[in-house]
């Protein structure tokens, strides 16, 4: 069997917080034992999404936030969490945001699994987008997580507008996305461009992310 693994070149993302969650279903199915959970990695939504930004960081660690308030010592359970977005899916980044929440929550839309013998380990509907309502003014998104067992119910806001941005990468993002750059210079953008994601995923200021319990 092969050990060849991905080679990522931010040695921090081996330092962010995992997330650990169980699921039902794949216990059930055999995949493994009954006292097992999956456990991802910042690395995990890096691969799903095909990049690292602010909106990827920011996704999951407001998951791991959540997650961490609806079930405190617990360990939470994929399969049985439903969630909102406010605003449409083509609000600002919510479409992108939303896929790493399915990821590691398994909340889907219409395109989830329907679940076995009558619905058993649903995941179809569990996540969708409410077009009625705003997210908080200033937030990149703003979401609603529910625990289906005892309905308990918070709503967590992002917002990164505070986060530093060195004036270099606006003369270097253009050299880095179009590949016109020299080694030396796409390195640095990748260097700057991470110093941000390094402050959501590990060491967020007051105010970026927002917790509020509902009733």
Known sequence: MSMEQTKFNKPFFNTVEPIKIKDPLAIALGAMDRNEAF????????????????????AYKLTQLALKNLYGNEIPIRGQIRVIFKGGIDYKVNGPISQVVTLVTGAAGESGFKGLGGGRYNRQNLLSFDETQEADEDAVCTVLFERLDNKKRIEISYSNYMLPANPKMGDLMPLAVTGKGTDAEIKEFGELWHDRIKVVLMNPPDGMFVIRELK
Do not use: E, L, Q
Not at 40 to 52: E, I, L, N, P, R
């Open 39 to 58: 456990v991802f990695t910042y690395t995990d939504a890096v691969k799903f999404a095909g990049h690292s930004c602010p909106a990827v960081s920011g």
